[in-house]
């Protein structure tokens, strides 16, 4: 069974920085795409970033295309979420998820239901 364990959140002023990291277990992590996801309060979770199983490609949403910079290190089990000019807007729970395909070439339209593992999430709280 795939166990995913998110850390790296905090409390961090508007236009500071944090790095996400969520460490895999229990599955060939290298074989799969990993996203992050977040939920804010009263809001349904969304997408926020995808990468393929090899690192290769990488897709965002818009509101975060520029600021985040999502990678994997296949060696160690991680992927991770580098988060630059933090907004108060990006304040919520963030999760890492495994995709249910295993070597998926096309991230550009992954949504929630192609993740078949979660994390518990890391909480983010940007003050402005």
């Known amino acids: 069974q795939v166990q995913l364990a998110e850390s790296g959140g905090g409390l961090v002023q508007a236009g500071g920085s944090l790095r996400l990291s969520c460490a895999a277990s229990?599955?060939?992590?290298?074989?799969?795409?990993m996203g992050w996801f977040r939920q804010a309060p009263g809001k349904e979770r969304e997408f926020v970033a995808a990468?393929?199983?090899?690192?290769?490609?990488?897709h965002y949403a818009d509101s975060v295309k520029g600021r985040f910079t999502i990678s994997r290190d296949n060696a160690k089990n991680t992927v991770y979420l580098q988060m630059n000019s933090l907004k108060p807007e990006d304040t919520a729970v963030y999760y890492c998820?495994?995709?249910?395909?295993?070597?998926?070439?096309?991230?550009?339209?992954?949504?929630?239901?192609?993740?078949?593992?979660w994390g518990q999430g890391t909480q983010v709280t940007v003050s402005s």
């Open positions: 998820a495994q995709d249910r395909v295993r070597m998926r070439m096309s991230i550009w339209t992954m949504r929630f239901s192609d993740f078949g593992f």
């Open positions: 990468i393929t199983w090899s690192g290769g490609n990488t």
């Open positions: 229990g599955g060939t992590f290298a074989s799969y795409a």
